[in-house]
């Protein structure tokens, strides 16, 4: 998969227009983005850039007096979890009532909840934890999930607070497999993963095996049209792409659900929420819960 890096240099560059732009700027395509001295990094997939919307964006931009010009390249073809595979990530813990980091040897052993960690293979330590369920191993290659992510945290998260035993889960961008497996071993009875790139789809695979739940995990390499291929059968559908992407997708979501099925939502901004939500009504979803960390928002909805 080929993406195109649009550099955006904003005059002056305060943290409000760089937060403000950013959010805009999802409305042509783009996934995510850095923070430069002068503006951003924008990362798009090259089918999926919207020039012309990013031209309205910079013409509507909301700061009088705020100047902004992009340059568009493309991307170096290049491992974007490189420096993950190289280091490595401290254990991270998931409750039902919180998401965070837990640093080694700063693990309190009296928390609320039920509680997984997820962790690299290499940083596990030991886990002194009462109230915990079970661990995922997370060997990351060109894969999004690892956990250090506020979407992912939530999601998983939310998949706490439910009961899973018997259901069939569909992962929506599977990436890691992070979510797929989670959801098996809270008792779900299987999970069909999907992913438009074929190393994501391959991840998947074997963290499923490092995991133990191969055998209840289907991953399959391609965009939401794998769905068409299956019916109304899926309890649980989770979801953790731009916004963009959910609104494309999510007629196709609805079609493989079960009636009183749930979907998880997330890879978003608060901002984007009430247009989710007005996509979702019109598809005949109802809103049950809507979760933030910091700018990012995961919701909950059921057919």
């Given amino acids: 998969m080929k993406y195109y890096e649009v550099e955006m240099t904003i005059t002056p560059c305060t943290q409000d227009a760089q937060d403000i732009l950013s959010a805009m700027a999802a409305e042509a395509g783009f996934e995510t983005f850095e923070e430069t001295p002068t503006g951003l990094l924008g990362y798009v997939q090259q089918s999926l850039f919207l020039q012309e919307a990013l031209d309205a964006v910079i013409a509507n931009f909301p700061f009088e007096g705020t100047h902004i010009i992009y340059k568009v390249r493309e991307a170096e073809d290049r491992d974007w979890n490189e420096q993950w595979e190289q280091e490595g990530f401290e254990p991270i813990e998931v409750s039902n009532r919180r998401s965070r980091f837990v640093p080694l040897g700063q693990r309190s052993k009296k928390e609320d909840g039920r509680c997984v960690v997820i962790h690299d293979g290499r940083h596990l330590g030991n886990l002194p934890f009462d109230h915990l369920l079970f661990t995922i191993e997370i060997d990351a290659h060109l894969a999004f999930g690892t956990g250090t992510h506020e979407t992912t945290r939530m999601l998983c998260s939310t998949l706490l607070d439910m009961d899973l035993q018997g259901k069939r889960v569909l992962d929506c961008g599977c990436g890691t497999g992070i979510l797929g497996i989670c959801a098996l071993k809270l008792g779900a009875e299987s999970c069909v993963g999907y992913d438009i790139d074929e190393w994501s789809a391959d991840n998947t695979r074997h963290n499923a095996v490092i995991n133990h739940v191969d055998e209840r995990l289907t991953s399959l390499c391609g965009d939401s049209s794998v769905l068409s291929g299956f019916a109304a059968e899926f309890d649980i559908v989770l979801a953790n792409i731009n916004r963009n992407i959910l609104l494309a997708d999510m007629p196709h979501f609805v079609r493989v ?33 809507t979760r933030t960390d910091g700018d990012w928002a995961s919701m909950v909805f059921a057919l």
């Fill in 257 to 289: 659900m079960k009636p009183g099925a749930t979907l998880i939502l997330s890879g978003f901004y608060e901002a984007d929420c009430a247009l989710l939500e007005s996509k979702a009504q019109q598809l005949g979803l109802k809103l049950i819960s």
